[in-house]
C-alpha cells in the first residue's frame, strides 16, 4: 500500500467501507462514506439539531414555535383554538364580477365584458344572444345569423325572424 493513512472507513457499522473522499456528518460529526452520509441512512443521533422546521399556521400564516419532544400538530391544533390572529372579515374576496343580465345573480372572478353593450356578464350569458343584447348597430355575422336562425326554427319562433331581416343584416355586413 502506498498510502496507508489516506482516507478513512465509514463509520456505519454495517459498512466500514475506506473512502477516499469521506464525507463529515454535520449533525453528529462522524465520518460516512457517500451512500451513509444521509441523517436517515445511518440513523443519526443528533438531527434535532439541524434538521429543525417550523410549522406554519395555515389560517393566519404566522410560524407557530414547536417545543422539543412537542407534537407539530398538536401544537399549530392548539394555537388554531387561543392564539390565532385569523379575521375571516379580512379575506380577499374573488368573486366580485356580477353579471348584468336580468334574474342572473352569478359572479366570476374577472370581468367578461360585451363587446356590443361594455356590460359585465357570467361565463353562461356572456355572447351576445345569451343575454339578449340591445345594442342596434353593430351587424351580425353570417355565421351569427345563422346561429339566430337555427335557434329561432328549434324554439318555434321561425316566424317572428323574417328573411328580410336575415337579408338586412348580411347586407349590412357586406358593405363593412
Request: charged letters at 25%; glycine letters at 6%.
Amino acid at each position: 500500500m502506498e498510502f496507508p493513512d489516506l482516507g478513512e472507513h465509514c463509520s456505519e457499522k454495517t459498512c466500514k467501507q475506506l473512502d477516499f473522499l469521506p464525507l463529515n456528518c454535520d449533525a453528529c460529526n462522524k465520518v460516512f462514506c457517500k451512500d451513509h452520509v444521509q441523517y436517515e441512512q445511518h440513523k443519526c443521533s443528533a438531527t434535532y439539531k439541524k434538521d429543525v422546521q417550523v410549522p406554519v399556521c395555515p389560517l393566519c400564516h404566522i410560524p407557530v414555535p414547536v417545543g422539543r419532544g412537542e407534537i407539530a400538530d398538536v401544537v399549530v391544533g392548539q394555537h388554531m383554538d387561543k392564539d390565532c390572529k385569523y379575521n375571516p372579515a379580512q379575506e380577499k374576496k374573488i368573486f366580485i364580477h356580477r353579471c348584468s343580465k336580468e334574474g342572473c345573480k352569478k359572479k366570476e372572478m374577472f370581468k367578461l365584458l360585451c363587446d356590443q353593450c361594455n356590460d359585465n356578464f357570467c361565463i353562461k350569458h356572456r355572447h351576445p344572444l345569451d343575454h339578449n343584447c340591445k345594442h342596434s348597430g353593430h351587424s351580425v355575422s353570417r355565421a351569427g345569423c345563422a346561429a339566430i336562425m337555427r335557434a329561432a326554427e328549434s324554439s318555434g319562433a321561425s316566424n317572428k325572424l323574417s328573411s328580410s331581416w336575415l337579408a338586412q343584416q348580411l347586407r349590412g355586413k357586406q358593405k363593412s
